[in-house]
């Protein structure tokens, strides 16, 4: 299957790169406006088309197109794969659009077009993530009560910067947060905002912190803590506290535990769950996540999450924005 990579910043070299290496893809495009960067790309994936302007793809005969440029950019990009008949499956990378207006607008061209379609939710291909789902699916601490869930990093942390390099990053709730709410949604189901339950903290027009609360359609209440500017974490850093009847959980990207109230606990480690990829760059995460999609598009079944399940990570945002006036 022939694929191209629009947009070669890290996330495009790093898809780039691992798609490179599964059997039965051909990486025969390149797309990036920067002269400097196809220089570079040009000799790290010889035989592969370099071109400046999307539409340079049309003759290519794509079986997908992966879209890794700045969020802002994703709705155009994506709209313009499926409309100028480039390609009729396309992976993204979160968040879906910038808005869930957008988001909405791919979801309805991808029921005109068909075809795969998926976004980079890479979390859910992280075992840990993974065996806490299934630790639920089971039951084993009962009925949900409660959850905190958070996304730190300290990318920005005592940074002044340029207000574009946020905006870029499609600001802290897409950067980070975005994870956790899709992680939340998978394991939950559909969230509501509580009422008068957001807050926001940072400096104006940067909202380097956000926190607000959710109630699950069962009636549990969840809690979001969500910051790029914490210190302590050079690397992000995503979890959640899952409380029941039976117990809790508590799971990040490198463990699991589970506290029964009987007493009895277990713990589960990345080592002990089968953590192992064909090739790792960046976490085994990442290669799961871009093979999933090749055998989705060969089997032409449909990519998960898919456009319209990333879309109800947009709408949260979009409505939390539109709650505390987050100009991002």
Not at 133 to 143: A, K, P
Not at 202 to 218: A, S
Not at 249 to 268: F, P
Not at 283 to 305: M, N, Q
Request: proline fraction near 2%.
């Amino acid at each position: 299957m022939k694929i191209a990579i629009v947009g070669l910043g890290k996330m495009g070299l790093l898809h780039a790169s691992i798609l490179s290496t599964l059997p039965g893809v051909e990486l025969v495009g390149l797309c990036d406006k920067s002269t400097l960067i196809r220089r570079f790309c040009r000799e790290m994936f010889r035989g592969a088309k370099l071109c400046a302007r999307l539409e340079e793809l049309c003759s290519l005969d794509l079986g997908a197109v992966y879209v890794t440029t700045p969020i802002p950019s994703h709705f155009f990009i994506t709209k313009a794969v499926y409309l100028k008949g480039i390609a009729q499956n396309v992976f993204v990378e979160k968040t879906l659009s910038s808005s869930y207006y957008e988001s909405k607008q791919l979801c309805d061209l991808v029921e005109r077009h068909g075809g795969t379609n998926m976004v980079g939710y890479m979390k859910r291909f992280g075992v840990t993530f993974a065996k806490a789902r299934n630790l639920l699916n089971q039951e084993t601490i009962g009925d949900i009560t409660s959850f905190e869930a958070y996304a730190y990093s300290s990318d920005f942390q005592g940074v002044k910067r340029n207000p574009d390099v946020s905006a870029n990053r499609g600001g802290v709730l897409k950067d980070l947060g975005a994870h956790t709410i899709d992680l939340a949604l998978w394991y939950f189901g559909h969230l509501e905002l509580v009422k008068d339950g957001v807050e926001s903290i940072g400096d104006t027009g940067f909202k380097d912190d956000v926190q607000f609360r959710v109630r699950t359609l069962n009636g549990a209440e969840g809690r979001f803590d969500v910051s790029w500017s914490k210190n302590g974490y050079h690397m992000p850093e995503f979890g959640l506290l899952i409380r029941g009847t039976e117990g809790y959980i508590k799971v990040n990207d490198d463990e699991v535990n589970l506290q029964l109230n009987n007493g009895e606990h277990s713990a589960w480690y990345r080592h002990d769950l089968d953590d192992n990829v064909g090739f790792l760059l960046g976490s085994p995460e990442y290669y799961r996540e871009d093979e999933h999609f090749i055998k989705a598009v060969l089997g032409s079944r449909c990519g998960w999450p898919d456009f319209d399940t990333a879309s109800k990570v947009d709408s949260l945002i979009q409505e939390l924005q539109v709650r505390v006036g987050l100009d991002e």
